[in-house]
């Protein structure tokens, strides 16, 4: 599956659906799911702008999202206009795409992984299962998880 590593806190405000818009300065063909890599790096003066002082996971994989469309800017004045959709600072460093994202899903438990430039293959081991009544117990425990979060 593809990965893409974004800097905290933006990785963060990506799977807490905050930040829908992610900017790049090269374009891509990829449409479709990848994973979020949160890499060891923590942008301290973005931390402090958008006045986020909570413990932010690193270096490791977060969440998902859907990547469904690139916008391409052609001004620094559209960029400005999209800036409550990407969060990033005034100085854009000349980022002219747009990633458009939609589906975001948090990881109740981060998987630690090296993050690597641009989108990067993520190979999970294969687990073999042999006994059902353990799948059973998992897959119960994830059903009701999921029934108190959304209650």
């Known amino acids: ?6 800097s905290q806190p933006f990785a ?6 905050k930040k ?5 300065k090269w374009n891509t063909n990829f449409r479709g799911e990848f994973l979020i890599h949160a890499p060891i790096k923590i942008r301290i003066e973005d931390c402090k702008r958008l006045k986020i002082n909570k413990k932010l996971v690193t270096g490791a994989i977060i969440g998902k999202a859907e990547l469904y469309e690139v916008k391409k800017y ?3 004045k559209e960029i400005k206009a999209d800036q409550k959709f990407h969060l990033a600072s ?6 002219t795409f747009g990633f458009m994202l939609k589906d975001v899903k948090s990881f109740r438990i981060p998987i630690s992984c090296k993050g690597k430039l641009g ?11 042999k006994d059902r009544e353990l799948v059973t117990d998992i897959i119960d425990e994830e059903y009701r998880y999921q029934w108190i979060g959304h209650h």
């Open 119 to 129: 989108f990067f293959e993520i190979d999970f081991p294969k687990i073999e299962i």
């Open 90 to 95: 005034k100085n854009f460093h000349g980022k």
């Open 74 to 76: 052609n001004s620094v």
């Open 12 to 17: 963060d405000l990506i799977i807490s659906g």
């Open 20 to 24: 829908i818009i992610e900017l790049r």
């Open 1 to 6: 599956m593809k990965c893409l590593s974004v």
